[in-house]
């Protein structure tokens, strides 16, 4: 299958990390919900890369399941700080080098701290974009821990 080599690939490739590319039809607005659909597989297995940060302007990115949200409240209680709320567009563009719609966590011009939905981790694959609008790259959550130091939280709500 062809399919576009990106900074999040270079990234998995660069790592030696098995995952399996998923082109689909990208639609504007059209979030997990479209791109679960379009590859037949459960939306909680979609997972959405979000830059937020905090009051204090640090960004970082929070990994959820396609079909929760970040609670910011939760979030920033976690986090130890008064605020946090979702990056201008962008400013997200900037920081992680993609078009949002097409954020990976792998890959990104700047380094970032990762925050992942604890329930995520039992899942037994993920779907997560791998750098472009769509496409996903389908592996191991396990993953964001050995590639991402991906710190667990529990801030999704439904």
Do not use: W
């Not at 030696?16 to 590859?39: C, M, N, Q």
């Not at 472009?132 to 939280?153: D, I, T």
């Amino acid at each position: 299958m062809d399919y576009p080599i990106t900074p999040a690939v270079r990234a998995l490739r660069a790592k030696k990390i098995d995952f399996a590319p998923h082109l689909y039809a990208y639609e504007e607005h059209g979030g997990t919900r479209r791109s679960a659909a379009e590859l037949g597989v459960d939306e909680h297995a979609v997972v959405k890369t979000l830059v937020f940060e905090t009051d204090a302007r640090k960004a970082f990115i929070v990994l959820m399941h396609g079909d929760l949200t970040v609670s910011a409240k939760g979030l920033a209680r976690a986090l130890n700080v008064k605020s946090v709320a979702p990056c201008e567009v962008e400013r997200a563009q900037k920081l992680t080098g993609y078009m949002v719609g097409g954020t990976s966590p792998f890959g990104t011009r700047t380094a970032l701290p990762v925050y992942a939905e604890k329930s995520i981790f039992e899942l037994p694959r993920i779907y997560i974009n791998g750098g472009k609008r769509g496409f996903l790259v389908e592996l191991e959550p396990r993953v964001l821990k050995e590639l991402l130091q991906a710190q667990e939280v529990e801030v999704g709500i439904a």
